[in-house]
Structure formats: C-alpha cells, structure tokens
C-alpha cells in the first residue's frame, strides 16, 4: 500500500493485495485491490476491485468506483461477475484522509520493540 500527500489538501492512497491457498485438490486465488484520489478541493475518485478464482476455473469479480464533486451528492457505480450492477448518486459528503495521519512518531510511540533499538555511537571523523 502507499500513500501520498502534497500538504494542502490533496492525498493519494492504494493497495493491492492478494493470495493463493491449497485445497482439497487444487490451488484457489483471491485478491483486492483499492485506490482514491482526491485534489485540494476534495473533489476525486475512489475506486476498486475484489476477485477470486477457484481451483477448477471458477471466478468471481465486483469493480466499484465513487466520483466525489464537493456537490454533496455522491456517484457511486459498479458491477460484478455474478450479474449485481449499479449506478446511483447518494447525498453523502465526502470524507478521505487530507494530511498524513500516522507517521513516525505514531510508531514509535505503539512499539515497544522499536523504542527499545539504542541509538548508535557517533564517532568523530
């Protein structure tokens, strides 16, 4: 996963993640990918897709997605393998992360281990 932040409002964030598993006879796979994209305004994009394959041939997918203008009306859309589909606007307001929210000092502050690492010598040149 990633994230990315200009420091006036504007934020980028993505993952993508899957597996594979041994069954009875055969491997079965799965994965999920997401990402959102908002500018100063908050106006952007969040979308993904969820997928999963079977040890004989089987598959199933559901891709999404959300269009956020700053309107208070929400465009959100998307369709599966299995026949769901929609496309509908909801009056929601827009909510996504503007600043960095968890760095550092947050982990630091949550890891033991971490605060037990001892800083190392300085030696003058």
Known sequence: WGEKYNG???SMKYTDKWAERLEDDGWTKWGDKWDESF???GH????GE???????GEHWNRTWGERHNGSGWIH???KSSSGEHWDTHVQQETWYEK???????HCYEN???LRQVQKPKRTEL
Do not use: C, M
């Open 99 to 105: 600043y960095p929210h968890y760095g550092f000092e």
């Open 44 to 47: 952007g994009v969040k979308q």
């Open 50 to 56: 969820t997928w999963w394959q079977g040890a004989h």
């Open 39 to 41: 500018d100063d305004n």
């Open 8 to 10: 006036r409002g504007s």
């Open 76 to 78: 959100k859309y998307g």
């Open 111 to 113: 890891s033991e281990q």
